[in-house]
């Protein structure tokens, strides 16, 4: 009689079962390793996401990308509902393809992360005629259209040579390179070298390169429940990081993970602005600062061939910002920043 | 009831099973661009063919903006010349390598284990390793293509050698000939078509390493552009340019063959390749 009756409810209770666990969204998220996304790493391994997500009633899958373009190429392709980016490749990549994004966190800009780097020179203008050696069409190649910009040289006056940013170190140690444009950890390595002097970094056009956690519009419109995790789950990390009782464990967490030791994280935290807390993050995504970088990373973007062969102009993609206002083309609008999540965690109403 | 095996298709059936698999995949391409592209026009993923024709328009036909180069001859000839000055460089050593050490035991003993050793290294392995040692610039990318099939055409060559008859060799003796004349009058000769044979099949070796070496450090080159077209996801350049590496590929394959069949038919008749199954 219990056989049998078992044997009749067994397959019903796990069909529900595994039916309620259905019914709960998934997403996921991917991030690559990075000094200003290494949050991520620690809310995942930690629990906290997961403690964030189940407050929600909703579950975020954390993946780690070997290949920071990777990650936003499968973004783009549809495999991600968020990733980490940073303002110009969003732009480039993912925004130009047609593919709606808001900028749901702005964690922080890079302030002396990215560096312009010559061998046997101590002045930028000594760059003239040189071959430098950077990632093409990455930040550190906007970094230095800033940087000749502001000796009053342009690009043709440099030769530009694409280097994997996997190799830079080796690179430069091999000896044949006169000039180096790169991020850290690598240019604190290379700039250990005698030979080797900083002479532009981001910190000499501050607020410039963002770095971002990213969602798409209509599945961020759909579950606002996602941007409210999402949220939740970052400030709470960057809290503890601001903790002297536990930064130093957090740090070393944080460390381990992206290949290095805790001085050497705090290294790349000094030349890193981290937003400390969700009011900066607002105060900053409300001010002018985004607007007049994201004009200018537009006509880079525009003037390299990176929104694409139908751009007719730098504002071909539209980008709309916190006030509601557009910058580009209205009816193409694929860019959003928001405070809107980030005001919810001022507001404590998470 | 004709059996499968003996099934022939006529010639013009023939022709057409050749084109048809090309057909197939070139219009399900098709059916899934346009319906991305339905669904969202920006799309950069599956591009339709007006969009690459387009992109490699611009590429081939309209000087560049910046440097005033035309891109894709500029990329083409550069890469060309790596991979002839590489491949070049690989064979030449290869068949000093191989000529020695498959005619003379004394050096067979001691260089025939090593090149075994080094040819079973698997190439990308090598690349930062070669980096490192040999720096960045067109001489390193032309010595990584020599080193990715250099030890596997040595080998070859060796083998090659081995197979030659010993007749051959005990009669070119007793005739008086001395050890480089027996190399230089009846082992080279043998040997050169069997070496063109052998940069015909270690290409596709030598076109990855190229496209390697270039998305890692260079200037301009056919592997540099997909690999920088890459950051931003302009397939429409990409899958045109793979294309081109492949029309590449297969031009030089088919040169390789016709120039073993003009400069040494005596092989293929030596082969019995006239017959055709």
Known sequence: MIRSALVVLLPIVLLAASGCAQERPRFTLAWSIYVGWMPWE?????????????????????VQVNDYIESINQYTAGQFDAVTATNMDILSIAAASGVDTTALIVGDYSNGNDVVMLRDAQELAAIEGRRVHLVELSVSHYLLAQALESVGLSERDVTLVNTADADMVGAWAGGGV???VTWNPMANEILAAADAHAVFDSSMTPGEILDLTLVRTEILEANPDLGRALVGAWYETIALMMDVQRSDEVLSHMAAASGTDLAGYQRQLETTRLFESAAVAVDFVRSDAPRTTMERVAEFSF?????????????????EFADGSVWGNENNVKLRFTDRFMNMAVEDAL | MRRLINIRPSRGVAQVLIILPFLLLLLSYNVASTARLAENPQDRL???????????????????????????WVDTGASLLRLAAGVAAGAGVALLLGLLSGLLPVVRASLSPLLAAVAMVPPLAMLPILFIVV?????????????????VIARELEGRIREIPIEELIKAQTLGAGTWLILWRVVLPQLLPRLVDAIRLSLGTAWLFLIAAEAIAATE?????IFLVRRYLAMDVILPYVAWI??????????LRRLNARLFPWLGLERGEGEQR
């Open chain 2, 135 to 151: 720096g960045m610039d067109e001489t390193a990318k032309i010595v990584l293509i020599a080193i990715g099939i250099g030890p």
């Open chain 1, 42 to 62: 620690f809310a995942d391994a930690t629990g906290i996401l997961d403690r964030w997500a189940e407050r929600y009633g909703i579950e975020i899958d954390v």
């Open chain 2, 246 to 255: 492949t029309l590449l590929a297969w031009l030089t394959d088919f040169a």
């Open chain 1, 303 to 319: 003037e390299h061939d990176l929104l694409g062969s139908g751009a007719s102009g730098p504002g071909f993609v539209g980008i």
């Open chain 2, 46 to 72: 599956l591009p339709s063919f007006a969009a690459m024709a387009d992109a490699m328009g611009g590429l081939a036909f309209e000087a560049d903006s910046r440097s005033g180069d035309y891109l894709l």
């Open chain 1, 178 to 180: 006169p000039a180096m």
């Open chain 2, 221 to 225: 080159g056919l592997g540099y552009r």
